[in-house]
């Protein structure tokens, strides 16, 4: 299984358009999976038993949603999900069309992983906020967010790696995407060259999110 | 200022109901420092929780500034809140946020405007020593400190009451005295009520005008410090007492006398006023002190001594009656022969 290097100038191309497509995918399911998931995490949290907006129902129902998608694997997810892909995007094939079912992986994937970490917080530290006055929205903006921002950060790293991995899926409904080009070439064609660059440059990037992830984590953290 | 009325507190368990505080009455004065004791499990510490409310009582009413808390809810209780500061035993600072950011997160929750916040977070800085530190986050600071800072966003809004939550108990010998002192200053100097709760009653001796023992959720004792000190009515305040103020004779010495061993106990300015001596130039006794100390509690002179009679019964107990006369406390531990 010898590097042809021939091969990867000829596929350079269609490399840069997957590495290309995969960013689209990962950027535009983080952006709705921050901009659901954050406030969905956070109103799992407050809305917990013992806390400042404690309220079963809401906590209940949003726990329920959350883990009925969590539970369905994301092959069925992306196939289950194409009408609704279909009315968002207009169509069912490419990385645009492919990053609706891996936001709705991301949102309650992300959820949870705020909720933990707004979870890791003393409970002391929004009992002192209660007791101070302060309001709730002050409590999520002053006290949960900055107390919990190092591990939120660590959280969103974890999310993009996983969505780099479920990205890999999104070929099947024609997505595209880096891991798309590793199946149909490297997995279907038995092209070992263009799985080995596939994957080392996964594995590079996955390298460098981690790093970026735990380098801005620890520069974050006042503790 | 404050009015504590037939309060409980009855919490849920898998072992069943467990009750929290049971059936207290007290009430803070307006300008005083009030001590409430007991050990862990006791129920002090949500007694005072109740106060403010970060735990909702049971049954029973809390009144701070004649208002009543229990019948306030969301807003109404939030606006309650910023006149009523707390402390706590693990200070509890948002730790991402500098010391003038966690002073003013207090002063924004009142609706200060911005262009008023940052000179009173200096003037509250000053106030509790910390000018230095303005822009340092709290794991960068001392415990001490970290509790000037907890002080001061407790006061920052002007509350008419702080609640001091085992606030020195994470602290040093030396650091506790130094934000005892701080705690009395801010007494004086702005008339502040405050109500602390403690297991050390070193604490309450310190600074503390009046204060209640705590045992099984209910108060058991409650009055003067002083008076307390002086004359503890139930077996866990002198218990308390004793980890302070100790007149324990070793058993060695006990057995060696074969005279009339007596505690006595003067309050206040009869403390140095040489009763001893009257009693022995006027009485045939002779008198041996074992143990003997003149304890300072609120500035108010308590003396206490353990001493030996010797003489014959009738003029011992005829000395004793005289000291009592004289407004001594006298408690005889163990009868001559």
Same mark, same amino acid.
């Given at each position: 299984?010898?590097?042809?290097?021939?091969?990867?100038?000829?596929?350079?191309?269609?490399?840069?358009?997957?590495?290309?497509?995969?960013?689209?995918?990962?950027?535009?399911?983080?952006?709705?999976?921050?901009?659901?998931?954050?406030?969905?995490?956070?109103?799992?949290?407050?809305?917990?038993?013992?806390?400042?907006?404690?309220?079963?129902?809401?906590?209940?129902?949003?726990?329920?949603?959350?883990?009925?998608?969590?539970?369905?694997?994301?092959?069925?997810?992306?196939?289950?999900?194409?009408?609704?892909?279909?009315?968002? +995007?207009?169509? +069912?094939?490419?990385?645009?069309?492919?990053?609706?079912?891996?936001?709705?992986?991301?949102?309650?994937?992300? @959820?949870?992983?705020?909720? +933990?970490?707004?979870?890791?917080?003393?409970?002391?530290?929004?009992? @002192?906020?209660?007791?101070?006055?302060? +309001?709730?929205?002050?409590?999520? !903006?002053?006290?949960?967010?900055?107390?919990? !921002?190092?591990?939120?950060?660590?959280?969103?790293?974890?999310?993009?790696?996983?969505?780099?991995?479920?990205?890999?899926? @999104?070929?099947?409904?024609?997505?595209?995407?880096?891991?798309?080009? @590793?199946?149909?070439?490297?997995?279907?064609?038995?092209?070992?060259?263009?799985?080995?660059?596939?994957?080392?440059?996964?594995?590079?990037?996955?390298?460098?999110?981690?790093?970026?992830?735990?380098?801005?984590?620890? !520069?974050?953290? !006042?503790? | 200022?404050?009015?504590?009325?037939?309060?409980?507190?009855?919490?849920? %368990?898998?072992?069943?109901?467990?009750?929290?505080?049971?059936?207290?009455?007290?009430?803070?004065?307006?300008?005083?420092?009030? =001590?409430?004791?007991?050990?862990?499990?006791?129920?002090?510490?949500?007694?005072?929780?109740?106060?403010?409310?970060?735990?909702?009582?049971?049954?029973?009413?809390?009144?701070?500034?004649?208002?009543?808390?229990?019948?306030?809810?969301?807003?109404?209780?939030?606006?309650?809140?910023?006149?009523?500061?707390?402390?706590?035993?693990?200070?509890?600072?948002?730790?991402?946020?500098?010391?003038?950011?966690?002073?003013?997160?207090?002063?924004?929750?009142?609706?200060?405007?911005?262009?008023?916040?940052?000179?009173?977070?200096?003037?509250?800085?000053?106030?509790?020593?910390?000018?230095?530190?303005?822009?340092?986050?709290?794991?960068?600071?001392?415990?001490?400190?970290?509790?000037?800072?907890?002080?001061?966003?407790?006061?920052?809004?002007?509350?008419?009451?702080?609640?001091?939550?085992?606030?020195?108990?994470?602290?040093?010998?030396?650091?506790?005295?130094?934000?005892?002192?701080?705690?009395?200053?801010?007494?004086?100097?702005?008339?502040? %009520?405050?109500?602390?709760? %403690?297991?050390?009653?070193?604490?309450?001796?310190?600074?503390?005008?009046?204060?209640?023992?705590?045992?099984?959720?209910?108060?058991?004792?409650?009055?003067?410090?002083?008076? *307390?000190?002086?004359?503890?009515?139930?077996? #866990? %305040?002198?218990?308390?007492?004793?980890?302070?103020?100790?007149?324990?004779?070793?058993?060695?010495?006990?057995?060696?006398?074969?005279?009339?061993?007596?505690?006595?106990?003067?309050?206040?300015?009869?403390?140095?006023?040489?009763?001893?001596?009257?009693? #022995?130039?006027?009485?045939?006794?002779?008198?041996?002190?074992?143990? =003997?100390?003149?304890?300072?509690?609120?500035?108010?002179? #308590?003396?206490?001594?353990?001493?030996?009679?010797? =003489?014959?019964?009738?003029?011992?107990?005829?000395? *004793?009656?005289?000291?009592?006369?004289?407004?001594?406390?006298?408690?005889?531990?163990?009868?001559?022969?």
């Amino acid at each position: 299984m010898g590097i042809e290097w021939g091969r990867i100038i000829e596929l350079w191309p269609e490399i840069q358009v997957a590495f290309y497509q995969t960013l689209i995918m990962i950027g535009i399911s983080l952006g709705v999976a921050l901009v659901i998931g954050l406030p969905l995490g956070i109103l799992l949290f407050i809305t917990d038993r013992g806390l400042f907006w404690e309220n079963r129902p809401v906590n209940s129902v949003i726990g329920f949603v959350v883990n009925i998608v969590r539970s369905i694997p994301f092959i069925i997810l992306l196939v289950a999900l194409i009408p609704l892909t279909q009315l968002i +995007t207009g169509t +069912t094939i490419g990385p645009v069309a492919a990053s609706v079912s891996l936001s709705v992986a991301a949102i309650p994937f992300f @959820a949870r992983i705020v909720e +933990t970490a707004l979870r890791d917080i003393d409970k002391g530290v929004i009992e @002192a906020a209660i007791a101070v006055g302060a +309001t709730p929205w002050m409590i999520i !903006k002053d006290v949960l967010l900055p107390e919990a !921002k190092a591990s939120l950060i660590q959280g969103i790293t974890l999310t993009v790696i996983s969505l780099i991995a479920y990205s890999a899926m @999104a070929g099947v409904v024609g997505g595209g995407g880096i891991g798309d080009l @590793a199946i149909r070439f490297g997995y279907y064609r038995y092209d070992n060259t263009i799985m080995i660059v596939t994957v080392v440059i996964l594995i590079v990037l996955v390298q460098l999110i981690q790093q970026a992830g735990d380098f801005t984590a620890k !520069k974050l953290d !006042k503790r | 200022m404050i009015q504590i009325e037939q309060l409980s507190k009855t919490y849920q %368990t898998k072992h069943g109901t467990v009750k929290g505080v049971d059936d207290v009455t007290l009430e803070v004065k307006t300008g005083e420092i009030f =001590g409430i004791v007991g050990y862990s499990g006791a129920g002090k510490s949500s007694l005072i929780r109740c106060i403010n409310l970060l735990e909702r009582p049971t049954s029973g009413i809390v009144k701070v500034g004649g208002q009543d808390l229990t019948k306030l809810r969301g807003d109404g209780l939030r606006k309650a809140r910023l006149k009523i500061g707390m402390i706590f035993q693990h200070f509890y600072l948002i730790s991402q946020k500098t010391v003038a950011e966690n002073i003013s997160f207090a002063l924004r929750a009142a609706g200060t405007p911005s262009k008023n916040i940052g000179p009173r977070v200096d003037e509250l800085l000053e106030m509790v020593g910390l000018s230095d530190k303005r822009n340092v986050y709290p794991a960068q600071l001392s415990g001490g400190q970290k509790q000037r800072v907890g002080i001061a966003r407790a006061l920052a809004n002007e509350p008419a009451v702080l609640l001091c939550d085992e606030a020195t108990s994470a602290l040093d010998p030396n650091t506790t005295l130094s934000i005892l002192r701080l705690l009395k200053d801010i007494n004086r100097k702005l008339n502040i %009520t405050i109500v602390l709760i %403690t297991h050390e009653m070193n604490v309450v001796k310190e600074i503390c005008d009046r204060m209640a023992v705590m045992q099984g959720g209910r108060v058991i004792e409650d009055g003067r410090v002083y008076d *307390i000190f002086a004359d503890p009515k139930t077996a #866990l %305040t002198k218990e308390f007492i004793s980890s302070v103020v100790s007149f324990n004779v070793p058993e060695e010495i006990l057995e060696k006398c074969d005279g009339t061993i007596v505690k006595v106990l003067f309050k206040g300015e009869v403390a140095g006023d040489g009763i001893i001596s009257d009693m #022995l130039q006027s009485y045939p006794v002779k008198g041996n002190f074992l143990h =003997g100390a003149i304890e300072y509690i609120q500035e108010l002179p #308590l003396g206490i001594f353990v001493m030996e009679l010797k =003489g014959g019964q009738a003029d011992v107990s005829q000395a *004793i009656h005289y000291l009592e006369q004289r407004e001594a406390i006298v408690e005889v531990m163990e009868h001559g022969n």
